[in-house]
């Protein structure tokens, strides 16, 4: 059974950190795209950092030099690392694992994020 669980959440201070993982099951997620997205309360999801395959990486301007993506292929897992954390990183966020080419979307139900002093 195919599965994405992010795991990491959590209420933190501002300037705080966190590191989100997001676990793939039945299948070999070094061969996707993986994504993070972040919801912010009443808003869209928003794209905040991706790594392709093999692992180029990409993050948003309101995350550059504070989140960092990686991949450990041992453990099937992608994890964000989260510094610096600001009120308005809180959200719910969500894993996505693609492959493209193989019509192949996979989303996670979400980790809660709460920066707040």
């Known amino acids: 059974q195919v599965q994405v669980v992010e795991s990491g959440g959590g209420l933190v201070q501002p300037g705080g950190s966190l590191r989100l993982s997001c676990a793939g099951s039945g299948f070999t997620m070094e061969y996707y795209a993986v994504g993070w997205f972040h919801q912010a309360p009443g808003k869209e999801r928003e794209g905040v950092s991706c790594i392709s395959h093999p692992n180029n990486t990409y993050y948003a301007d309101s995350v550059k030099g504070r989140f960092t993506i990686s991949r450990d292929i041992a453990k099937n897992t992608v994890y964000l690392q989260m510094l610096g954390l600001k009120p308005e990183d809180t959200g719910v966020y969500y894993c996505?694992?693609?492959?493209?080419?193989?019509?192949?979307?996979?989303w996670g139900k979400g980790s809660q994020v709460t920066v707040s002093s």
């Open positions: 996505n694992a693609e492959r493209s080419a193989f019509g192949r979307d996979y």
